[in-house]
Nanobody
Framework: QVQLVESGGGLVQPGGSLRLSCAAS?????MGWYRQAPGKQRELVAT???????NYAGSVKGRFTISRDNAKNTVYLQMNSLKPEDTAVYYC?????????WGQGTQVTVSS
């Protein structure tokens, strides 16, 4: 069983930046960030393969950057130009073969 631990959430003003981190306790392949706002379904934010191929949701493209350190089994999400609509609980996901692992989530609130 792989454990994922997220960190880096918090309260930020519109236009500000935050960096999320997610450390996996074991090997994972594709890693990604998802988010869930109150009353909405969980949605994909960004994914990155072990080889570094990236995929972004249209709503965050150009503002968010996903990266990873394979030696540390850690994935990052740099979030710039944050908007109130980015407010959500952000979850990290790791996939290893047919197994999907989720973190506990970290709250991101964008508000003045």
């Amino acid at each position: 069983q792989v454990q994922l631990v997220e960190s880096g959430g918090g309260l930020v003003q519109p236009g500000g930046s935050l960096r999320l981190s997610c450390a996996a306790s074991g090997s994972v392949g594709t890693m990604g960030w998802y988010r869930q706002a109150p009353g909405k379904q969980r949605e994909l934010v960004a994914t990155i393969t072990s080889g570094g191929s990236r995929n972004y949701a249209g709503s965050v493209k150009g503002r968010f950057t996903i990266s990873r350190d394979n030696a540390k089994n850690t994935v990052y999400l740099q979030m710039n130009s944050l908007k109130p609509e980015d407010t959500a609980v952000y979850y990290c996901k790791g996939t290893w073969y047919t197994n999907n692992y989720w973190g506990q989530g970290t709250q991101v609130t964008v508000s003045s």
